[in-house]
């Protein structure tokens, strides 16, 4: 059974830092291109970052390109996601997702990051 | 980027009858390898998102046939027959041809 497990959210100020983790068992991680969703709290779907396989590729939303770092460790089966200078816009649930030719078919149950003083 | 114009906002529909929903993209949605990557999602209250249709047409493990997907280019429609309790939530289309990837913005189904 696939399974995607994120953690590390919570509460963090404005400007601060924090890095997301998404543990994947169930699959064959390195076979998968990966990549986290985000969801404003009573809003919709937004992506927000992409990376290939080996990780040499990766591909940004433009209002997160500097700030977010997408990256995986496939001997962990592991996707991270660090995310620097955080604004009260990054407030959202973040889910990593599987993409694949089925577009993002398989998701986390997401965990939530909350930037406020 | 390639903007999804999801309709309607708001669906009401009775247990047991049909439902359609709308998704147009601001460009075709047709990949250089002649595959159109258009999906649906159902996302119930409190629960991730879960893939019903891929590639406009493509029932996902495990969905009911109940759930159908259609278009082509720049339109495509999600229908739901005999609606069931637990098709009750938003409805989402993605587009992953063109970066960035882009949702629809959303279409809530409810009980009439």
């Known amino acids: 059974e696939v399974q995607l497990v994120e953690s590390g959210g919570g509460l963090v100020q404005p400007g601060r830092s924090l890095k997301l983790s998404c543990a994947a068992s169930g699959f064959t991680f390195s076979n998968y291109y990966m990549a986290w969703v985000r969801q404003a709290p009573t809003k919709g779907l937004e992506w927000v970052a992409y990376?290939?396989?080996?990780?040499?590729?990766?591909y940004y939303r433009d209002s997160v390109k500097g700030r977010f770092t997408i990256s995986r460790d496939n001997a962990k089966s592991t996707l991270y996601l660090q995310m620097d200078s955080l604004r009260s816009e990054d407030t959202a649930t973040y889910y990593c997702?599987?993409?694949?030719?089925?577009?993002?078919?398989?998701w986390g149950q997401g965990t939530l990051v909350t930037v406020s003083s | 980027d390639v903007v999804m114009t999801q309709t309607p906002v708001s669906l009401p529909v009775s247990l047991g009858g049909q439902a359609s929903i709308s998704c147009r993209s601001s460009?075709?949605?047709?990949?250089?390898?002649?595959?159109?990557?258009l999906h649906w999602y159902l996302q119930k209250p409190g629960q991730s998102p879960q893939l019903l249709i891929y590639?406009?047409?493509n029932r996902f493990s495990g969905v009911p046939d109940r759930f159908s997907g259609s278009g082509s280019g720049t339109d495509f429609t999600l229908k739901i027959s005999r609606v069931e309790p637990e098709d009750l939530g938003d409805y989402y289309c993605?587009?992953?041809?063109?970066?960035?990837?882009?949702f629809g913005s959303g279409t809530k189904l409810e009980i009439k």
């Open positions: 997702t599987t993409v694949e030719i089925k577009g993002f078919a398989y």
């Open positions: 993605l587009q992953s041809t063109h970066f960035p990837f882009t």
């Open positions: 460009q075709s949605l047709v990949h250089s390898n002649g595959n159109t990557y």
């Open positions: 990376i290939s396989t080996g990780g040499g590729s990766t």
């Open positions: 590639r406009v047409s």
